[in-house]
């Protein structure tokens, strides 16, 4: 399983599903440029789950959609490469495009709604992957099909629920259809962007559980944007911590989460209460995230870091390898 | 005597579902009690539709119980309270949405907002009551330049800060605050919650705080009231409560929440929430239980005292 992060984010290599260099993604405003991403790399070995944390903001979400180049109209990706399965995404035609998505990459986002459609049944929603991508023409093999995508993920009376609108399932019901959907076309990666944030606690779970026990099915490869620490750390293999546009570090799950390295990391952490000990008082960060379209010099938590030096306010924080991780602090290590 | 007291609350709605359907009853609440001390924090936690948002506007009286034994506040009968009455003790309540963008009016400045409880209430003159303004904004730790901007040139932090500013102008004894940090940032989340607790000691003032976060909860409440499908199923202190829960709906909730640096827990509650539109003769959570048994499926269990708390469960009999 892909958990060497350090021979992964500078090497290519074979194993790897996704590898992502010097990302900028750049909105046009009338504010001005907003830099929403700003030189990110990192890769996704098969079989890995890597978490994308951060606060609103951070350009998480803005990373997620670029994958399979469903940013809007204003957004640009000015610089980098995005390979997917050995193909820049970024340099292929709208047409090879289509062939991906749906079939080798799939999506699943916070609010079902965004992808259902509401005045169609669900299961003909999940054939449709069939219908388009894989050209099955039998609508008794698209129905076997759905029905036994939907018991996968433990839709109960899956062969009633086929015939369900949106509206007559709950919104755990709706996530389930969502993923079996996504998973139809067997996708090397599922871009899951805050899955289960909507969801209430015991939903949340159940669905945590079903994303790890796809994984180890089908050794689906998922990069789960969340901006939730705990979940993050129980699915993830490695996390990636977003702050301003920038990865500030990169590691394993266990190693990012609770021996955070980037001041950052740290303050998140801290700032977080806990259900498993008591805590007297939070640590919050002071001040507010920068203002992307004019982020500060140096590095672009200097303004909130409680360990600045003046170095810090001059010059950007290269990405360094300490120990089996990336930091991107000029003081850590 | 506690500052406010609850015995056996009901809100029962009907609905109508089209114009020929009979309509159904949804049981909300579904019989509550608990008391709430002066300069305590209960914190009220549930999934959707246990409830906890109801029993909120209950206390406050927002809207009207269906039946209930006593709802008594600073040892007033809110039952028996005529609108004069009730305006004069809601002087001593207040309230904090979960989406301070909805919940303040977006054409009125900061500075009016925070004033309004007291233009209604009839204090001062115009003033006496921007000194008051101004010296909550401080303390509530907005800057006195937001004065005359508008909600909406605000942040999610800054906003909340306005909502809690408008909530204490009027020095309350009680706050209902339902959800007010689960739509904000990780570390703006930890200075609300930090201020929301300095500004309790301060104001010697009680929170019912609602929300779905047990990690919350265990930071700002006091005790703790789980409830499930209208029910409190256990109340006690929060420490004792969320390091040993006695009731499985506890339990499983706790074990259900994911935890930093907790890898491989796979329990998990099963199935869905019943409907809340029949009328239930046993134990509600029994149909999800682990541990149910012949007596779970025939009766409902009250709550009941075991050791320092109170539980509904058959199992503690």
Wanted: some cysteine; proline content about 6%; hydrophobic content about 40%.
């Amino acid at each position: 399983m892909g958990l060497h992060v350090q021979d992964r984010s500078v090497q290519p290599g074979i194993g790897n599903v996704l590898e992502v260099e010097n990302l900028r993604i750049y909105y046009y405003t009338d504010i001005g440029v907003v830099r929403a991403v700003d030189g990110v790399s990192f890769s996704i070995g098969r079989g890995e789950i890597l978490g994308v944390v951060g606060e609103s903001g951070s350009g998480k979400s803005t990373l997620g959609l670029a994958i399979g180049r469903l940013l809007p109209n204003n957004a640009r990706i000015v610089d980098g490469r995005i390979v997917f399965d050995g193909r820049d995404i970024t340099r292929i035609s709208e047409d090879e495009l289509r062939k991906i998505r749906g079939k080798e990459l799939a999506y699943i986002f916070q609010d079902p709604h965004r992808s259902l459609n509401p005045v169609m049944v669900v299961g003909d929603q999940a054939g449709e992957v069939l219908y388009y991508q894989f050209n099955v023409r039998s609508k008794h093999t698209i129905l076997a099909r759905v029905i036994e995508a939907f018991r996968k993920v433990r839709i109960s009376d899956a062969d009633k629920r086929y015939h369900s609108y949106p509206h007559e399932l709950s919104g755990g019901m709706k996530q389930r259809v969502v993923i079996a959907t996504a998973l139809i076309g067997r996708p090397k990666l599922i871009v899951a962007d805050e899955p289960t944030s909507a969801l209430d606690v015991t939903i949340q779970r159940q669905l945590i559980n079903l994303l790890m026990d796809i994984r180890e099915e089908y050794g689906t490869s998922i990069m789960l944007i969340s901006h939730d620490l705990g979940v993050v750390s129980e699915l993830s293999d490695s996390v990636s911590v977003m702050y301003a546009g920038k990865i500030v570090e990169l590691g394993r799950a266990d190693a990012v989460t609770e021996d955070p390295l980037h001041p950052y990391t740290q303050a998140l952490v801290r700032s977080v209460p806990r259900i498993d000990e008591a805590v007297e008082s939070l640590y919050s960060i002071p001040g507010s995230p920068p203002n992307l379209a004019n982020p500060p010099a140096g590095c672009r938590f200097h303004p909130r870091c409680p360990y600045a030096r003046e170095i810090c306010s001059r010059e950007e924080p290269p990405f360094r390898k300490i120990g089996d991780r990336y930091v991107a602090c000029h003081l850590a290590g | 005597m506690p500052l406010l007291e609850v015995i056996d609350l009901y809100k029962y709605f009907t609905i109508k579902q089209g114009l020929l359907a009979k309509p159904v009853i949804l049981r909300a609440v579904d019989g509550v009690s608990f008391n709430i001390e002066e300069g305590e924090t209960l914190g009220l936690v549930g999934e959707s539709g246990s409830g906890k948002t109801t029993v909120g506007k209950l206390v406050l009286r927002l809207i009207e119980p269906t039946r209930v034994k006593k709802l008594e506040f600073m040892g007033v009968d809110l039952t028996r309270i005529d609108d004069r009455g009730l305006r004069k003790i809601r002087r001593y309540m207040s309230v904090v949405y979960q989406n301070p963008s909805s919940s303040l009016n977006p054409w009125w400045t900061v500075g009016k907002i925070i004033e309004e409880p007291l233009v209604r209430q009839g204090y001062g003159d115009p003033d006496e009551r921007r000194e008051l303004v101004e010296a909550i904004m401080e303390r509530v730790g907005l800057p006195l330049e937001l004065y005359n901007r508008y909600p909406g040139e605000l942040s999610g932090g800054q906003q909340q800060r306005v909502a809690i500013a408008r909530a204490l102008i009027t020095k309350p004894k009680f706050m209902v605050a339902d959800e007010p940090t689960s739509s904000l940032d990780a570390s703006v989340r930890a200075s609300i919650l930090n201020l929301m607790k300095e500004l309790q000691r301060e104001f010697n003032i009680s929170y019912l705080f609602i929300s779905h976060d047990l990690a919350t909860i265990r930071y700002i409440a006091d005790k703790v009231a789980v409830m499930y499908m209208g029910e409190i199923v256990e109340l006690g202190r929060v420490d004792t409560v969320l390091r040993e829960p006695l009731h499985p709906y506890t339990q499983g909730l706790l074990k259900s929440v994911p935890k930093i640096g907790k890898k491989g827990e796979r329990f998990e509650i099963k199935g869905e929430i019943p409907s809340l539109t029949i009328e239930y003769k046993h134990c509600k959570f029994s149909s999800r239980c682990p541990f149910a048994f012949e007596k779970c499926r025939a009766g409902r269990p009250g709550l009941k005292r075991v050791g320092d708390r109170l539980v509904a469960c058959f199992l503690y009999d």
